[in-house]
């Protein structure tokens, strides 16, 4: 998940300094900026994975045969839009939750 969230970063990152930026300088921007909410995106990305561990542990083993059968980041299956939902942090959510 970590890697699919490093490369979406990546986008988020570039637009951020007006310049394209390698995925290696993205990972580290991921890792060490601090949000207005005093968190890297690493951070809440562990936060969201920890508060939907079994939703997430349970979707793994429907669809891959769980955690132990994990074929890596590389190989997942699992596209960006199922991850955000499973980490419940569709930008569209969470300012929904924001207004209510």
């Known amino acids: 998940m970590q890697i699919l969230e490093i490369g979406e970063h990546r986008w ?4 951020r300094v007006h ?4 995925l290696e300088e993205a990972a580290i921007d991921w ?7 005093g968190l ?3 951070e809440k ?3 969201r994975f920890m508060g ?5 542990e349970g979707y793994c083993q429907v669809h891959c045969g769980g955690f132990e059968r994990c074929k890596g980041c590389k190989n997942c299956p699992l596209d960006l839009e199922t991850v955000h ?3 419940h942090d569709d930008p569209k ?3 929904n939750k924001k207004i209510n």
């Open 12 to 15: 988020f990152f570039g637009e």
């Open 19 to 22: 310049h394209q930026v390698s």
């Open 31 to 37: 890792v060490i900026h601090q949000d207005v909410d």
């Open 40 to 42: 890297t995106e690493a």
């Open 45 to 47: 990305v562990h936060k």
């Open 52 to 56: 939907n561990f079994y939703e997430i």
């Open 85 to 87: 939902r499973l980490l």
């Open 93 to 95: 959510e969470i300012e």
